[in-house]
């Protein structure tokens, strides 16, 4: 079982930049893949970034490529998401979640557990 707390959310002008944290639980944390999506208000939940269990490998959605970098902290079971450059339509609940897969996933019915999300609001 991993428990997932996502935090660093907040409202940003157009151009700043966020950094989304998310603290796992347990002792095995190298032996998930991590991922990050997003959800706007009605709409489906969307990749953006994923790593692989030693960070070697990352992922990311072509929306958010060049702008965003996704990291991670195996000493201390973290991930994060940079976020920079952010625009308007990056504004969305963002989720972490994890998957006991060493390699990167994209769909969100491949992972195992989810955070309950972080609101992220960009305003123009």
């Known amino acids: 079982q991993v428990q997932l707390v996502e935090s660093g959310g907040g409202l940003v002008q157009s151009g700043g930049s966020l950094r989304l944290s998310c603290a796992a639980s347990g002792r095995t944390f190298s032996t998930y893949a991590m991922g990050w999506f997003r959800q706007a208000p009605g709409k489906e939940r969307r990749f953006v970034a994923a790593?692989?269990?030693?960070?070697?490998?990352?992922n990311y959605a072509d929306s958010v490529k060049g702008r965003f970098t996704i990291s991670r902290d195996n000493a201390n079971d973290t991930v994060y998401l940079q976020m920079n450059s952010l625009k308007p339509e990056d504004t969305a609940v963002y989720y972490c979640?994890?998957?006991?897969?060493?390699?990167?996933?994209?769909?969100?019915?491949?992972?195992?557990?989810w955070g309950q999300g972080t609101q992220v609001t960009v305003s123009s």
């Open positions: 979640a994890a998957k006991h897969y060493p390699f990167t996933r994209t769909l969100p019915d491949e992972y195992d557990y």
């Open positions: 790593i692989s269990g030693s960070g070697v490998s990352t």
